[in-house]
């Protein structure tokens, strides 16, 4: 079965410089998240769209920007890089569903972002 | 947002069966609970979701007591492959984004 994609897998940026994450989710899936896993973390909620509009906004510095596509992919930019900002960034993708139960989240096998 | 609250880790030989408990004292009507595994450095995957009493599937039970104020996620005959980080998270229906707490860190042992 498909599954979300992301890319790239891995990448070196330095300090001050910027970064675009792509995530492609599972077909017919119209909501994506994105969550940052800093080394020996717990993941935490930066933002989700649905539909092509935010719809939760968690911990998202100013730095950051997001987007979801008509097609759906979504992108992350990262501006201004810090080295905290260090960490592997997670996409999960879900359909809508009726509202009734959590939406099961699939996630993708994330990139590792290194800022040196 | 209901917290929870599990064991840090836990030891298990192989073939056993384990049980993490978790805690959400503050649970809300509207919660689910669902278990997701994480292996390092991948995403994290989902187990089983639950609102009340035993929900079984071909990896994991799920057992909810009548309060629903805890949970208790059982991996039968446990192999050395269900090594992982597992979560307990509580959140409403629908498109929520998941909070993950302090997940238990499973080690199966030969």
């Known amino acids: 079965a498909a599954g979300v994609i992301q890319s790239p897998r891995h990448l070196i940026k330095e300090k001050r410089e910027t970064a675009t994450l792509k995530c492609y989710p599972i077909p017919r899936h119209d909501t994506v998240y994105w969550y940052q896993q800093g080394p020996g973390q717990d993941p935490q909620f930066l933002i989700s769209f649905y539909e092509k509009m935010q719809s939760d906004k968690g911990s998202i510095p100013d730095r950051f920007s997001a987007q979801q596509f008509s097609d759906y992919h979504s992108e992350l930019n990262m501006s201004s890089l810090e080295l905290g900002d260090s960490a592997l960034y997670f996409c999960?993708?879900?359909?809508?569903?009726?509202?009734?139960?959590?939406?099961?989240?699939?996630f993708g096998p994330g990139t590792r972002l290194l800022v040196l | 947002l209901a917290k929870t609250t599990q064991p840090i880790s836990m030891d298990s030989y192989e073939g056993q069966e384990v049980n993490i408990t978790c805690s959400h004292n503050n649970i809300a009507t509207n919660d689910y609970i669902t278990w997701y595994q994480q292996f390092p450095s991948q995403g994290p995957r989902f187990i089983i979701q639950g609102y009340k009493t035993k929900v079984t599937n071909e990896v994991a039970s799920l057992f909810i007591p009548a309060d629903r104020k805890s949970s208790t996620l059982s991996l039968p005959r446990v192999s050395l492959s269900d090594t992982a980080v597992y979560y307990c998270l509580v959140s409403f229906s629908g498109n929520t984004p998941l909070v993950f707490g302090k997940g238990t860190r499973l080690s199966v042992i030969a």
């Open positions: 999960a993708s879900s359909t809508r569903g009726s509202g009734t139960y959590q939406e099961t989240q699939y």
